[in-house]
């Protein structure tokens, strides 16, 4: 990275910084000698930061600041306030706050124009939570079981297509493979089988809305934005047809979740609307999606470089096939554990949400570790990064170590080390609901790969694109394999 690019792009996060802060801010701060506050980051004290961000990136960056001024500081910003809470020990009241006391405020403002006014944080906070409800619900175990079937013909299908051998770009395969797996399960037969292209190629323009740009001025009127809102509302014509076909000939049998938003109902008995239904859909697709590809390739970077592990997690297969077979099943997949815990670590090291904001509606007051208390103010921004707690070298043993290990039976690190040691999928009252899907869809395509094929490295290790709103492998992942006999 070249000096001018990289003042360039501290700059862009400075702003980025400003204006997030602003957009959730309602007032200025008024606080009173009294209290206990944060030690403050000003405005000067950041021109130190700049070849630390240009030399070593964001992590550093945030690392140099929890060095010089400890767990908890506030950086003081145009006349704004963001409060860092750094480690498990001040997270508490970040994630099992009420929203009355914390919340996201209007950080998510950006997903009304990608998923429409009637959903997600176009809607008030009371409905926002029964749509969550519905979503939820279609997580339960009872429900995933009945997803495997139709997930693992996706797997199987899409394997059946390579050859005997051959190169391939890893990250382009697992991504599409993902994005049929999601067709299914999702959205239904319909999706999959009829308008599966139609449907990626307009989800694809709304994808591609997720930036910078649009994180800070979503209504901007500009290319992708309008590619967004013209695939939005087409999106919603296809699925509201589905829905209005499958109210006149019945519900199908795959249990998919488009089928659960049509069964649901809000607490006074109200059914779902068409709009609703659709906007739904979008959502709970781009969320399986958009991160999931990140956290598999991620997963596929370090198995594949990291010989021990990929025996390790082959060996594992062997004794379930011995066990119980060809056959993967709901419980099969539970049994994973080796796996499990490969998947888990490459998400400890690149998180998908590499720093959590919400913003505090009320005061309140945090310990540190070292027994250091401070008093929040209200209508402070408070930031939570996962990549710096994931890093801690007091609960994680050689943290820049890719070490499974770290969460098996004998060490159970994150377990130790507190109850939000570990937060990959969030944690608390806003915790990701689709977790479990998430691991059963990565192991279920592990599982058959290396079972069926041996796939090998091809590329150098890759560097994160922190350009990317969820930061991704930057650049192909090339891979040989060789089918298994």
Same mark, same amino acid.
């Given at each position: 990275m070249d000096m001018t690019s990289s003042a360039v792009w501290f700059a862009i996060a400075l702003l980025f910084l400003s204006v997030v802060v602003t957009k959730i801010v309602s007032g200025r701060l008024i606080t009173s000698d009294r209290r206990r506050l944060p030690p403050v980051v000003n405005g000067l004290a950041m021109l130190v930061l700049v070849p630390i961000f240009i030399r070593n990136g964001r992590q550093a960056t945030i690392q140099y600041l929890h060095t010089k001024f400890g767990s908890v500081f506030t950086i003081s910003l145009f006349g704004l306030k963001l409060t860092f809470l750094i480690g498990p020990e001040v997270a508490d009241h970040f994630f099992q706050g009420l929203d009355s006391e914390i919340s996201y405020g209007k950080i998510y403002e950006f997903t009304v124009p990608m998923f429409g006014q009637a959903v997600g944080y176009g809607i008030d906070s009371t409905t926002q939570n029964e749509q969550m409800r519905f979503s939820s619900d279609s997580m339960?175990?009872?429900n995933l079981r009945r997803k495997v079937e139709p997930m693992l013909q996706e797997v199987k299908d899409y394997f059946s297509q390579w050859g005997e051998d051959g190169i391939v770009d890893l990250k382009h395969e697992l991504k599409h493979l993902l994005m049929?797996?999601?067709?299914?399960?999702?959205?239904?037969?319909?999706?999959?089988?009829?308008?599966?292209?139609?449907?990626? +190629?307009?989800?694809?323009?709304? +994808?591609?809305?997720?930036?910078?740009?649009?994180?800070?001025?979503?209504?901007v009127p500009i290319l992708t934005n309008r590619q967004r809102d013209r695939a939005r509302i087409k999106l919603i014509e296809i699925l509201s047809e589905i829905v209005r076909s499958r109210k006149l000939s019945?519900?199908?049998?795959?249990?998919?979740?488009?089928?659960?938003?049509?069964?649901?109902r809000y607490r006074d008995g109200r059914s779902t609307t068409e709009e609703e239904i659709a906007g739904l859909c979008i959502a709970i697709f781009f969320a399986a999606?958009?991160?999931?590809?990140?956290?598999?390739?991620?997963?596929?970077?370090?198995?594949?470089s990291h010989e021990d592990c990929l025996t390790t997690v082959v060996e594992e +297969?062997?004794?379930?096939?011995?066990?119980?077979?060809?056959?993967?099943?709901y419980n099969i997949l539970s049994h994973m554990h080796f796996l499990h815990r490969c998947i888990k670590e490459a998400l400890r090291m690149h998180p998908p949400v590499p720093v959590f904001l919400r913003k505090a509606h009320m005061p309140f007051t945090v310990r540190t570790k070292q027994g250091d208390q401070y008093d929040i103010p209200k209508d402070h921004i408070l930031a939570s990064p996962t990549i710096?707690?994931?890093?801690?070298?007091?609960?994680?043993?050689?943290?820049?170590?890719?070490?499974p290990d770290r969460f098996g039976p004998e060490r159970k690190e994150d377990k130790i080390g507190g109850k939000f040691s570990y937060t990959s999928f969030g944690a608390g009252r806003h915790a990701?609901?689709?977790?479990?899907?998430?691991?059963m869809k990565f192991k279920m395509i592990?599982?058959?790969?290396?079972?069926?094929?041996e796939v090998k490295l091809l590329s150098s290790f890759p560097i994160e694109d922190s350009r990317k709103f969820v930061p991704e492998p930057q650049g192909k992942m090339m891979v040989s394999y060789k089918r298994l006999r």
């Open positions: 339960t175990p009872l049929l797996i999601s067709s299914r399960a999702l959205l239904g037969r319909e999706v999959r089988e009829e308008v599966f292209m139609e449907f990626c +190629q307009l989800f694809s323009d709304i +994808q591609g809305s997720a930036n910078m740009i649009n994180l800070l001025f979503p209504y019945g519900p199908v049998g795959d249990g998919d979740m488009l089928q659960k938003f049509m069964d649901s999606n958009h991160t999931c590809s990140h956290a598999i390739t991620w997963t596929a970077a370090y198995l594949l +297969q062997k004794n379930i096939i011995r066990e119980n077979k060809d056959r993967i099943d710096l707690n994931h890093n801690m070298s007091y609960i994680y043993k050689n943290p820049q170590q890719y070490d990701c609901f689709g977790e479990a899907y998430a691991y592990w599982s058959y790969m290396l079972r069926n094929f």
